[in-house]
């Protein structure tokens, strides 16, 4: 079953919109930040086809971002770099931006859908939705955005950090970037709290 609205509306007819949909993007890489989206979906005019980021082709992703960031009401996006990550966990990291994403969109929302079991600090009421991704057109909005934007973010790392490919897999711990780790060492975007991060880290400090 796609995404729908129907969360959304419920919220709305209580007098709780607008209503925010907030996702993150890259909780499992090891190199490259956590990317979070909100996004404030218009109720009158929602982009057609929008579903979970993982479900879509690249290609349709990158049009359903093109029509997303046109027809939204607000958008936000907040990143947690590596040193984040490694500070905080990523768990912590990612409920950091997540609160960072929601304070940051020109639009107040009243009410917050979040993807995942945990709520992060909001300033508003809000409600975790497991698989909300899959549930909630306004997270499934988020996904898209967050996705798209981390990936064009690793292609951008990939011409400044030669060598692991990040274009082609974008941090993830694909055969491809661990043969990359083991040859070439940690760089200034991998997570040192990852453990194949560490294990190359101590190859090359030995």
Known sequence: MAAHFDLEAELIAQGLGPVAGIDEVGRGPLAGPVCVAAVILDPNDPPAGIDDSKQLTARRREALYEEICARALAISVALGPAAEIDALNIRGAT????????????????????????????????????????????????????????????????????????????????????????????????????????????????
């Open 95 to 206: 409920l950091t931006c997540m609160s960072r994403a929601a304070r940051g969109l020109i639009l107040a929302p009243r009410f917050a859908l979040v993807d995942g079991r945990d709520l992060p600090d909001l300033p508003c009421p809000g409600r975790a939705v497991i698989a909300g991704d899959a549930i909630s057109l306004s997270i499934a909005a988020a996904s898209i955005v967050a996705k798209v934007t981390r990936d064009r973010l690793m292609a951008r790392l990939d011409t400044f950090h030669r060598g692991y490919g990040f274009a082609a897999h974008a941090g993830y711990p694909t055969p491809m970037h661990k043969a990359a780790l083991k040859s070439l060492g940690p760089c200034g975007a991998h997570r040192r709290s990852f453990a194949p991060v560490r294990k190359a880290l101590g190859l090359c400090e030995q």
